[in-house]
């Protein structure tokens, strides 16, 4: 069992009672003042304030207007601080706008009505004025009015609205969403406010979600020490890696938006490798504000996250045979990395545009299939079977409902120093690695900086990734990583590649060559094939070829001629992402040495039809492939 690393004695009771007192002072603070509507206010009678009924809002109105969307739809922050968009102005409509503080309306858009009332001393009757009910057309048209001033810009709510979760301002100051208030932690102390508009963006009450642990929490008072050495006890193909990346998901699981980049993990292993247990581990650490499913679809999600910037886990996201849900899951984790908008339609022709900022966490047996633009922005961990130990019985993880309220902690006090300076150092270290991408740079790097973060560098050194050597840090990480980047091949050296393997289907003799066996046995001079029994075959799926020393470059050919259309190939391609003459674009991507545009050369004659091919050196594509 692990040693329990937690915030505990005099230091922890003491952040205990500066949350007492506080959430004490919020309750002795909180009022309700919301007098008869026949009264005056601050000496004001009612509907007899400056501006009224709709040059401009009554003083101290509880409801603010925050502005009108593109289809004239009026948008404002309830009295209880909800969004609201403004359809129709009914009854309804009015109380929950202004619910807690009715009795405002009718006091600022009264109608009268006469009342008999008797004298207490002479017993006189008399009629009076009462307010009686809202002048509704009044309060519509005031607070439209208000909605249309110049100054109130058009308002977008996939864009300026912000959810729950972690966000940054433009000054990179972290701010946290709790939904009852936003923290800073400035200086080491954290100070709330109440949610409103800070900068372009307007953050509103919500549901609320767990708030940052009171009292600073060094590495070695965190919870994550603990975490990590529990994650340690999984059988993990790369056990001085692989654990680190994870530990680092939950630290960008509280950064949200903040972060540039929000990295995705996705573990893959057979049965009895622990897969969902680790989920269970890491969704109590995040517990409350995780959303978590195990059969989901990317509707289901996005429907579900709105305008948060939350974590998701997905348990068992399995390729399924005549199934997109899996990769439209996938999908919606790569547009979430980079924080990409996305535009979905509606049953009533009114489309629904979003934006994602939620790290995403993923487990399967076997994953559904991913192109290169997903595996580049995730971590693919694979674990092995796990060998239980006679009399240890089914392993028990220590957890506490303190450990996502202290990470969290640590990651606002933490942020300064990860956002500029950890983060840049991670990223320089593997810029300098050969073959690894800015992309992958940024997924690698952002994991690795947050880990650090929670738990120092003398724990990732004891988990064996060398941290303090960086020549040798340097060789690790690209070791670890070589099999990965082995297997994201460049998008037009992937199209080549299935070029290649392609049957010749109507050869002769039951023989049925591929692309690629032509071209090498010409490639090898192999005796069987001669200049002219390749161009044979090879016309047959709408290709040719020329001879070595055609071009007169130094890689020398020989050279294969693919023209940008042609029947039979576009039938080789149908079921690819390259079909419909996307093979010719996707094929311009190549080095210059092996994809040979040479406009004078390129036009050759195929099947007696003139075409104008790129023409693929065959040596040069060999010897790059070989390097990768």
Avoid at 39 to 59: F, M, N, S, V, Y
Avoid at 77 to 87: F, Q, R, Y
Avoid at 277 to 306: C, D, H, P, S, W
Avoid at 327 to 345: M, P, Q
Wanted: proline share 7%.
């Amino acid at each position: 069992m692990a040693k329990q690393h937690t915030k505990t004695g005099v230091a922890a009771v003491q952040d205990i009672w500066a949350a007492a007192r506080r959430s004490h002072a919020e309750i002795k603070d909180f009022g309700l003042a919301d007098p008869h509507p026949d009264l005056a206010r601050d000496g004001i009678k009612a509907g007899q304030w400056e501006g009224a009924p709709h040059d401009t809002l009554p003083p101290q109105c509880p409801v603010e207007v925050i502005g009108r969307d593109s289809a004239q739809k009026v948008w404002c922050k309830s009295a209880t601080g909800d969004l609201v968009m403004i359809e129709k102005w009914d009854m309804a409509t009015i109380s929950a706008l202004f619910s807690p503080f009715i009795n405002y309306c009718f006091w600022a858009w009264p109608a009268f009505g006469k009342e008999k009332v008797t004298d207490k001393d002479s017993g006189e009757v008399k009629e009076v004025l009462k307010v009686k009910r809202i002048e509704r057309d009044k309060l519509f048209t005031c607070l439209s009015n208000e909605a249309s001033k110049p100054g109130k810009p058009i308002f977008d709510p996939s864009k300026q609205h912000r959810g729950r979760g972690a966000w940054v301002t433009s000054n990179n100051e972290f701010i946290w969403h709790s939904g009852k208030y936003l923290w800073r932690s400035v200086n080491g102390r954290l100070q709330n406010v109440p949610p409103g508009q800070i900068e372009d963006y307007l953050y509103t009450r919500q549901a609320p979600i767990i708030e940052p642990w009171d009292g600073p929490v060094t590495p070695e008072q965190s919870p994550a020490r603990r975490i990590f050495e529990e994650l340690r006890s999984w059988n993990w193909e790369r056990p001085y890696l692989d654990p680190i990346l994870v530990l680092g998901w939950i630290a960008t699981a509280f950064m949200g938006a903040a972060n540039d980049v929000r990295p995705v993990i996705f573990t893959s292993g057979g049965f009895g490798t622990g897969k969902s247990t680790m989920q269970g581990l890491i969704r109590r650490v995040l517990k409350g504000i995780v959303f978590t499913a195990e059969n989901t679809t990317a509707a289901g999600i996005y429907q579900q996250m709105r305008h948060d910037a939350l974590p998701v886990m997905v348990d068992e996201l399995e390729s399924k045979p005549g199934s997109d849900t899996a990769t439209n899951v996938i999908e919606l984790a790569r547009i979430a990395y980079s924080g990409g908008r996305a535009a979905r339609g509606g049953s009533d022709h009114h489309g629904t545009t979003f934006t994602l900022y939620c790290p995403f966490f993923f487990s399967a047996i076997n994953p559904p299939p991913m192109g290169n633009q997903d595996k580049s922005r995730m971590a693919v961990l694979n674990l092995a079977r796990l060998t239980p130990r006679p009399g240890e019985g089914r392993p028990q993880f220590i957890s506490s409902e303190t450990d996502g309220r202290m990470i969290l902690r640590q990651v606002m006090d933490g942020w300064p120093r990860y956002s500029t300076q950890a983060r840049t150092w991670w990223w320089n270290l593997l810029a300098g690695l050969q073959g690894i991408d800015s992309r992958s740079i940024d997924t690698y790097g952002t994991l690795l900086a947050a880990a650090e973060m929670l738990v120092g560098p003398e724990a990732l050194e004891e988990c064996g990734l060398p941290v303090t050597d960086e020549a040798r840090l340097a060789e690790v990480i690209h070791e670890a990583t070589a099999a990965e980047r082995a297997e994201r091949l460049d998008n037009w050296h992937s199209c080549l590649n299935f070029l290649m393997a392609c049957t010749i289907e109507s050869w002769r003799d039951g023989k049925k060559p591929t692309i690629g066996g032509v071209m090498d046995d010409l490639y090898g001079d192999s005796l069987d094939v001669d200049l002219g029994g390749a161009q044979d075959k090879l016309e047959l799926v709408n290709l040719t070829c020329k001879r070595k020393g055609y071009v007169g470059q130094p890689s020398d050919g020989p050279f294969l001629c693919v023209p940008p259309d042609g029947p039979q190939l576009n039938k080789l391609f149908m079921t690819t992402e390259f079909r419909q003459g996307v093979w010719n674009t996707a094929l311009k991507q190549g080095p210059p040495n092996i994809v040979v545009r040479d406009r004078i050369r390129q036009v050759v004659k195929i099947n007696g039809v003139v075409k104008r091919c790129l023409l693929i050196d065959m040596k040069a594509f060999t010897e790059y492939a070989e390097k990768q």
